[in-house]
């Protein structure tokens, strides 16, 4: 008789798991990728350079989240509905550039634009030609999630 309480009990612990990760997969709502050449911040984490893979995904409240994960670094980042835009059809990374310091200021993929607070940018060295900040953009594959 315990022999099969544990195999159902081990069964039920299976089917929930397997349940589970459908979920999951079925709340992705976008995936794509895009590569960093330069390291680069964002949200307060340094990104090294390299390819990047994101999954948005539905949660239980009203936020999304974005999941950008790179061979040797995760970063999550809350969405909000206040993110959402009717209009916005294009994918691109952007990121203000000074010296050798990037900073990601905002993302645009289909149906979402999201603006980052971005801290003041470092001085830059004094060897530094141009001391300008300027914006580089990169672009972005997106596919609607399976």
Not at 11 to 37: E, I, K, R, Y
Not at 106 to 122: A, C, Q, T
Request: glycine fraction near 6%; hydrophobic fraction near 40%; proline fraction near 3%.
């Amino acid at each position: 008789m315990r022999t099969i309480s544990r195999a159902l009990i081990v069964a039920v612990g299976l089917f929930s798991v397997g349940v589970l990760s459908l979920s999951v997969f079925a709340n992705s709502l976008l995936v794509g990728t895009f590569t960093l050449s330069h390291p680069t911040q964002w949200s307060g984490a340094t990104l090294p350079a390299g390819k990047y893979q994101f999954k948005m995904t539905r949660t239980q409240t009203d936020a999304n989240m974005l999941v950008i994960t790179g061979e040797k670094q995760t970063l999550n980042v809350l969405v909000f509905s206040q993110n959402t835009c009717d209009s916005c059809k294009t994918e691109a990374l952007r990121m203000a550039v000074q010296g050798d310091s990037r900073i990601v200021t905002s993302l645009d993929l289909p149906g979402y634009h999201f603006d980052f607070k971005v801290p003041r940018m470092e001085a830059v060295k004094e060897t530094a030609s141009d001391s300008s900040a300027w914006v580089e953009q990169v672009a972005v594959q997106v596919s609607p999630a399976n």
